[in-house]
């Protein structure tokens, strides 16, 4: 039979209907097997393609490019763990055409996989990173176990807590909003004569952080974070009162032989040891880290001092050191000690962490 039919797949007809009954069932098939990975790179579902990728598109359509939106994964697991035949990098800076380009999303319009920064962590040292979530995403920070040995002026405490988390939602590209949670501390103080114990939930804090520069490129980043801290915690586990802070942490990368660099201000409206009124704590932070013969493998170095103005406190001074391991883009592990320098700081503390994101 002669005549003419429009053929979908290319925007042209075919000669006869039995040519575009082929062409017709050819377009099906190839768009089931491979528009995926024409779009956004061979079998990714795990948003790892780069930013500008766009949709391929035939040689004689006039239609402007789309951006590659990212194939939904499979299951959640397929956003924490990479495919093990994807030789694509653990870590994949964002090519973005200018800092503008991610301003515009939001909770409610979450950020594309493929636009999504590098995963960074507030964990596992003291100092607080200036990197926020990126819009509409979540990331969850846990101490899975954490145990604190300190021995002197007559008493010996140890302390175990489990699954301290820090839950993070991003609100707009700059802005996360965080809660702080401890489910389970078991404090244990001897003493000369008798021996007390302290378990329960802890208190709890809820923190944003506001990133000012740095966010998404540059050598530098810097936020500020305010936070409040809630008295929800039992027994001597709280003072009881309100607490409430500002945070403001600085990344410095890029630093000679591969070095990053981290610092932090804070400053602590606190009850004093009197439990009657409130002082100010100032803490303060340094920490440098650098890769370990992988790209997954890092280590860190860093100095904690709390100066205490009006709170009844000694200085308190720590060296820290760990490593953090990632598993995936989106999946992190770390572990590491405290270690107290002066006289009333704590003898150590040892934990180890996980953090995810999605």
């Not at 944003?208 to 936070?227: E, Q, R």
Request: hydrophobic share 40%.
């Amino acid at each position: 039979m002669g005549g003419w039919c429009p053929c979908p797949l290319y925007g042209e007809e075919c000669a006869a209907s039995s040519t575009c009954e082929v062409i017709n069932l050819s377009s099906i098939l190839i768009a089931w097997f491979f528009l995926p990975c024409m779009a956004c790179g061979a079998f990714d579902s795990g948003g790892i393609a780069a930013a500008t990728d766009r949709a391929r598109q035939s040689p004689d359509s006039n239609a402007a490019d789309a951006v590659c939106h990212d194939v939904p994964p499979a299951s959640p697991l397929a956003l924490l763990l990479d495919d093990p035949a994807d030789p694509t990098p653990i870590v994949v800076e964002p090519d973005l055409a200018s800092p503008g380009d991610k301003s515009g999303f939001t909770m409610l319009d979450p950020t594309p996989l493929s636009l999504m920064r590098n995963f960074n962590t507030d964990r596992p040292d003291v100092t607080e990173s200036p990197y926020t979530v990126d819009a509409g995403h979540f990331q969850a920070e846990f101490s899975l176990v954490e145990y604190t040995h300190d021995h002197g002026y007559g008493e010996r405490t140890n302390g175990f807590s489990v699954f301290q988390a820090n839950l993070k939602i991003g609100l707009l590209n700059n802005l996360d909003l965080q809660l702080v949670l401890n489910p389970y501390q078991n404090i244990l103080t001897y003493g000369p004569s008798l021996s007390r114990r302290d378990s329960g939930f802890g208190d709890a804090e809820v923190r944003a952080k506001l990133n000012l520069w740095g966010n998404d490129g540059g050598k530098t980043a810097f936020s500020v974070m305010p936070f409040v801290r809630f008295p929800t915690g039992s027994g001597g586990l709280s003072n009881h009162h309100v607490e409430e802070g500002l945070i403001l942490p600085l990344a410095v990368q890029e630093l000679p032989s591969g070095f990053d660099l981290g610092a932090m201000a804070e400053f602590d409206l606190d009850r004093n040891d009197r439990n009657d009124g409130y002082g100010v704590d100032f803490v303060h932070s340094v920490t440098i880290g650098h890769k370990l013969f992988t790209e997954k493998l890092n280590a860190y170095m860093e100095y904690v001092g709390i100066a205490p103005m009006r709170t009844s406190r000694a200085y308190l001074a720590y060296f820290d050191t760990g490593v953090t391991r990632a598993l995936s883009k989106n999946l992190q592990l770390d572990a590491g000690i405290n270690v107290g320098l002066s006289r009333r700081a704590d003898d150590f503390t040892v934990f180890a962490g996980l953090s995810f994101r999605r």
